[in-house]
């Protein structure tokens, strides 16, 4: 039920216009003729009486119910199999984890449960052996055999193909590179052949230098001797053998260019009579000292030229070498791969025969006699797994973790006798913790599963655990016709906190909040419910002033219109307020019957 609402036994629809007449009246004849309108002056403060602020707060729309703590989460674990019980390792209160052992069975329930499932193996075997018999098939450590050639032939495949496959990669690869590397010499040629240009035309040049011929009229292919040959030209007549300077002839009409000759004859004049070193045409002893010699200087450029040749001779032939590892990186890919190649292909006629002779192990019939015995190795596998199963539940194991919460067996206890309860052990689950409650028809309309709770536990005073709700129940009524719903709560417990089962518990169920409202107390207010009126002090003087309300708690009101914060009114003594202060306002109310409950001023 909501915190301290009112209530007064059955309620019915044909009461409620009958009620409201009586509550209008009620409330106009005390505005008219209470005894506060005559006896506190307007203008003043009666004895007893005290300014409160007006002042912003929270009022809270709550239900609460009580109830208290219980575990639901419990499991019982029992043996499911008849013998003598061994050792229990628990007692009431063990904390056990999923899985922990808590009862065994003793020595010889145990062995008599071995000896069973030692028989239904030899049950099964039997009954393999009969059926093996009949159709002629080939006994386990056949099929065994023919199973792990297939399993080894499979993976003897898988490996030829990521062979193969590593080596088509591989191969690539190296292909690549040799191409790689043609391409480099090939370029390297390209850059030495630009090289020889340059030196071919230094080598003209020289040509031109001395002689002022063409550059075009000198033939690059040939040595200086053959060009100087073909065109029957001495350089030693040419310069006249000139060792110092002539100064006599540096002031000479230079010559006119004789058009038939090759050479030029003004530059040949000029270096004769311009150039102030020694001068030679040939030099068989090398270049004279401080001076210079057309062949020399002509041989030198042509030598730089040859030289340059024969690099780009050798790179052609690293060109050469480049095209003939590719070839050879060629055929040796192309037996690489075909050697993969025939691996796979061997894998697959290997896999492929072991399959072969693993499905000829296999022989399908519909003989009768063959169902029949097929028949008896399933009996006979059942009856294995049923033993095994008995050995595994000769111990006993904890379904899960928690509490033991009862023990109801012990040591030398028989099991499976005819009319006795089977023992066992309950653990209850400590990890989850419910408060059951119940709340009034005429508040479970504004509940539903999810709402958060606020549970006040009794042997933790001052804390205040959070929940929610998880169930809401059918209805029930008691003896005295009150009807109600249950309503199961889910804790949060902190970590570290243990609770017990059965402890007291006070929930309250947070319905709305106003937050932020004017708060006055309720006996400040008088007048009717249509009217309700407060007294106000404005500059020492009390004035009467009506207002609009909103909710309401067992002290404070919501002021929606006619005050504002910091305002005073008047709220008359405790005890006057409790034998009906509040005027007809309180009367009305019943000083303490409010469906809205919590909050306070501030």
């Known amino acids: 039920m909501r915190f301290l609402s009112a209530k007064a036994g059955p309620f019915y629809v044909w009461q409620v216009p009958v009620l409201l007449a009586v509550l209008v009246g009620a409330g106009l004849a005390a505005f008219y003729y209470g005894p506060e309108r005559s006896t506190t002056p ?4 009666a004895e007893g009486e005290q300014l409160v602020p007006v002042q912003r707060g929270t009022l809270t729309d709550a239900i609460a119910t009580s109830g208290t703590v219980v575990f639901p989460m419990r499991e019982e674990a029992s043996f499911t199999v008849a013998g003598e019980v061994g050792e229990v390792l628990v007692s009431v209160g063990s904390v056990v984890r999923e899985g922990d052992v808590l009862a065994r069975l003793n020595a010889a329930t145990m062995a008599s449960l071995e000896r069973d499932v030692a028989k239904a193996e030899v049950d099964l075997r039997d009954a393999q052996e009969a059926l093996a018999d009949a159709l002629g098939l080939p006994d386990a450590s056949e099929i065994s055999a023919a199973s792990d050639a297939v399993t080894l032939s499979r993976r003897a495949l898988e490996n030829a193909q990521a062979d193969l496959e590593l080596t088509m990669k591989n191969t690539a690869r190296d292909e690549q590179d040799a191409r790689d590397a043609i391409q480099d010499a090939m370029d390297a040629v390209e850059d030495e052949l630009d090289v020889v240009d340059e030196y071919a035309e230094e080598y003209a040049d020289t040509f031109v230098q001395w002689l002022g011929v063409p550059a075009s009229s000198v033939n690059t292919a040939r040595s200086p001797s053959e060009v100087l040959d073909g065109w029957q030209l001495d350089l ?19 010559p006119d260019d004789d058009p038939a000759t090759l050479w030029d004859e003004l530059v040949v004049f000029s270096w004769k009579t311009l150039y102030v070193g020694r001068l030679a045409g040939t030099c068989p ?65 290997a896999l492929a025969a072991d399959e072969e002779a693993a499905a000829d192990l296999t022989i399908e019939t519909e003989s009768l006699d063959v169902a029949l015995l097929q028949s008896e190795i399933t009996v006979a596998e059942h009856a294995l797994a049923e033993a095994r199963e008995d050995v595994r539940n000769a111990v006993l194991t904890a379904p899960v973790s928690g509490i033991v919460e009862d023990v109801s067996m012990e040591a030398g206890d028989r099991l499976g006798e005819q009319g006795q309860q089977a023992p066992s052990v309950t653990i209850l689950d400590p990890s989850v913790v419910e408060v059951d409650g119940s709340v009034d028809e005429i508040d479970v309309l504004a509940v539903s599963v999810g709402m958060p709770v606020a549970v006040s536990l009794s042997a933790l005073e001052g ?6 709700i998880v169930e809401i129940g059918a209805a029930s009524s008691g003896q005295t016709g009150v009807v109600t719903f249950p309503v199961t709560i889910r804790l949060d417990v902190p970590a570290g906190l243990t609770l017990r089962d059965g402890l007291s518990a006070v929930s309250e169920i947070v319905l709305a909040q106003y937050a932020g409202e004017l708060l006055i107390p309720t006996s400040s207010v008088s007048g009717s419910i ?4 407060v007294r106000v002090s404005v500059d020492g003087v009390v004035e009467e002033r009506q207002v609009t309300l909103g909710p309401s708690d067992d002290f404070w009101v919501v002021v929606i219109d006619g005050l504002s914060e910091g305002e005073q009114v008047v709220m008359p003594e405790p005890a006057s307020a409790a034998q009906g202060g509040g005027g007809a306002f309180g009367a009305v109310f019943g000083g303490g019957a409010r469906r809205i409950r919590g909050g306070g001023g501030g």
């Open 42 to 45: 307007v203008g003043g403060l």
């Open 236 to 254: 030693d007549a040419l310069f006249d053998d000139r060792q110092v300077l002539n100064h006599d002839l540096s002031w000479m009409d230079p």
């Open 285 to 349: 002893d090398g270049p004279p000292y401080e001076g210079r010699c057309a062949e020399h200087e002509m041989e030198e450029a042509w030598t730089a030229l040859e030289d340059a040749r024969a690099v780009v001779e050798e790179k052609r032939a690293t060109v050469d070498d480049a095209r003939a590892a590719l070839e050879n990186t060629q055929a040796k890919t192309a037996r690489d791969i075909l050697a993969a190649e025939q691996a796979v292909e061997k894998a697959e006629n």
């Open 463 to 468: 804390q205040t655990l959070t929940g929610e």
């Open 530 to 533: 249509i009217a309700p009126v």
